[in-house]
């Protein structure tokens, strides 16, 4: 199993970014995924994830009204759509996986892309 980050990159504050992440060696479909992202000195935390039908998610509240989640089954492939970024949100972001239908605990996410760094200047 597979998962490649990508989209992320230096922006300024109240910008926006695409990150994807394309999975590959699983049945997609049959998949949970989500986003999490991890600041220098601080805990990994969960950002958003998304249910193998798409019609489940769940965003942090400290994204919420800012970042949607998405996927394209077709395509093996998660979005995350982040607009109006804070500097808060500098860090790593990882997408995961799990084989259930849907999650947004950690724990159950055992397979982790690489990461892809998200920096944003004040």
């Known amino acids: 199993v597979q998962l490649q980050a990508s989209g992320g990159g230096l922006v300024q504050a109240g910008g926006s970014l695409r990150l994807s992440c394309a999975a590959s060696?699983?049945?997609?479909?049959?998949?949970?995924i989500g986003w999490f992202r991890q600041a220098p000195g601080k805990e990994r935390e969960v950002v958003s994830c998304?249910?193998?039908?798409?019609?489940?998610?769940y965003v942090a509240d400290s994204v919420k009204g800012r970042f949607i989640i998405s996927r394209d089954n077709a395509k093996n492939t998660v979005y995350l759509q982040m607009s109006g970024l804070k500097p808060e949100d500098t860090a790593v972001y990882y997408c995961?996986?799990?084989?259930?239908?849907?999650?947004?605990?950690?724990?159950?996410?055992?397979?982790w892309g690489q990461g892809t760094q998200v920096t944003v200047s004040s």
């Open positions: 995961a996986a799990t084989w259930r239908k849907y999650s947004d605990y950690p724990f159950d996410f055992g397979y």
């Open positions: 060696g699983l049945t997609f479909d049959d998949y949970a």
């Open positions: 998304v249910s193998t039908s798409d019609r489940t998610t």
